[in-house]
């Protein structure tokens, strides 16, 4: 008769990676969110290969301090909520702490932040060994997803040809800069500019610029 026991962390990781992380579109759309969530102005898409290759998410948001850099990459760790009362006045697009440490288990993730009143910011790789090493970006945040599910090749052979999730990700890119026009927005695919997109007041200003 089978055993009942408790599933390491990193297969609990991968299974919830499952909810969250459907295609590079998915990722997209948590990291842009969490930039939003942390009052980003600005912020840069990179993608290579569709997303399959690379994406990287670059704001200038109020950043992480090195403390907590770890703490961003386990599950359930948030700073958006710390008790039940708090669902109910949420105003932030993410809460449950789940999209990063979900992301890392299905592919190579980097965290690099820097607070605006500190002196260096800080990159820490999403390794179970890796200590934060001192890192020269400006203040903000960026993640780098490399490989995207690398590990798991069962998900990988359903994700579509790199246009394909290209074009996933793009009608993403659309839709973010249509609700947020007060952020600046810039796409790059493959290392070439899609859009470079200031912040605007008008939505339909916005609107003219993507169609």
């Not at 992301?103 to 179970?128: D, F, M, N, P, Y």
Request: hydrophobic share 40%.
């Amino acid at each position: 008769m089978p055993q009942i026991h408790t599933l390491p962390s990193h297969l609990i990781n991968q299974i919830a990676a499952g909810e969250v992380v459907e295609r590079p579109a998915s990722v997209v759309k948590e990291l842009v969110e969490n930039s939003l969530d942390a009052g980003a102005g600005a912020i840069t898409i990179e993608v290579e290969a569709g997303g399959t290759r690379m994406i990287r998410v670059t704001d200038d948001g109020c950043g992480i301090e090195r403390e907590q850099l770890a703490s961003a990459l386990s599950r359930h760790a948030t700073s958006k909520i710390s008790s039940l009362q708090d669902l109910e006045s949420i105003a932030s697009l993410g809460f449950r702490g789940e999209a990063l440490p979900s992301i890392a288990s299905v592919s190579r993730l980097s965290l690099v932040s820097h607070l605006q009143e500190a002196e260096t910011g800080w990159k820490l790789q999403a390794r179970e060994d890796a200590e934060p090493a001192p890192d020269s970006l400006p203040q903000g945040t960026q993640v780098e997803v490399l490989e995207l599910f690398y590990n798991v090749p069962a998900r990988k052979k359903f994700l579509r040809t790199e246009q394909t999730e290209y074009r996933h990700i793009e009608t993403l890119f659309k839709n973010l800069a249509l609700s947020h026009p007060a952020v600046a927005f810039k796409l790059v695919h493959n290392q070439k500019v899609v859009y470079q997109l200031p912040s605007v007041q008008n939505i339909d200003e916005q609107r003219r610029r993507l169609a």
